[in-house]
């Protein structure tokens, strides 16, 4: 499975982007994993294809995750509202084949995507 993930850029507090990942083939859970330098890399978000979603809380309320299967597509969203300084990071697309990705551990993804950075000025 390749992962194609794409739509980061920096942006001012309060703003909004959009991230965006291409599977090359179906998997049954996907998800959103952030990483900042010195620090070990955290779950931000997950979908699996029965629609059930998770969320880090620190993310609640303000990011939207959700897929487009649409035509075998298999593209991975990540829409990022009232963005904050502290969601500065690089951030990585991830999916498994289980639904263990709902859990958001970064030990039991299968697959990673290359990152894209995103970074939110004050």
């Known amino acids: 499975v390749q992962l194609l993930d794409s739509g980061g850029g920096s942006v001012q507090t309060g703003g909004s982007l959009r991230l965006s990942c291409a599977a090359s083939?179906?998997?049954?859970?996907m998800a959103w994993f952030r990483q900042v330098p010195g620090k070990e890399r955290e779950g931000v978000a997950s979908i699996s294809d029965d629609s059930f979603t998770s969320y880090a809380d620190s993310v609640k309320g303000r990011f939207t995750i959700y897929k487009d299967n649409a035509d075998a597509k298999n593209i991975l969203y990540l829409q990022m509202n009232s963005l904050k300084p502290e969601d500065t990071a690089m951030y990585y697309c991830a999916a498994a084949n289980s639904g263990s990705c709902r859990y958001l551990v970064p030990a039991w993804i299968a697959y990673w995507g290359q990152g894209t950075q995103v970074t939110v000025s004050s």
């Open positions: 083939t179906y998997t049954y859970c």
